[in-house]
């Protein structure tokens, strides 16, 4: 499978679930994408970015609600490596960010959580989502990837 990259000046942000394929193995297709995604950023082929939210979230879903957990040393490990990384690029968000978050759950129909995603987006600078949810296509500033699709 051939993924599609976009350059921009910006870093794609990965959401929590091309996060979490990455790990697991039940779904061989979806894992060797994500993983094929995220090493490409190792490589520093290309520069990727991440929320404090998605790493909170890959944490919980890694550990506490897929079939086999991840090790909390392998969590703690594989967050520090993104965090230490320049290649990755950790977002963080403010109050605005939550307010403006409220504002877009309503107006384009989206859980409070994917519009905090798009707001520290948007805070942050970045258009460009790799993620296989696509109500994220909703919000008329983001461009969704789904590196699932060839």
Known sequence: MSERIYMTESPGLVDTNI??????????????????????????EISLAVSIQNLAEFSVVMTEKIENPVSNE???????????????KVL???????IDAVNISSKYSLHFWDSLLAATMKFNGLELIYSEDSHFKRVPWLTVINPFIS
Request: with cysteine; hydrophobic share 35%; glycine share 4%.
């Open 74 to 88: 392998v969590i703690t490990r594989f967050i520090r490596d993104i965090s230490l990384f320049e290649g990755w």
């Open 19 to 44: 996060l979490c394929y990455a790990f697991d193995n039940r779904d061989t297709r979806k894992q060797k994408a994500a993983s094929g995604l995220l090493s490409r950023c190792w490589q520093s």
């Open 92 to 98: 963080c968000y403010d109050s605005e960010s939550i």
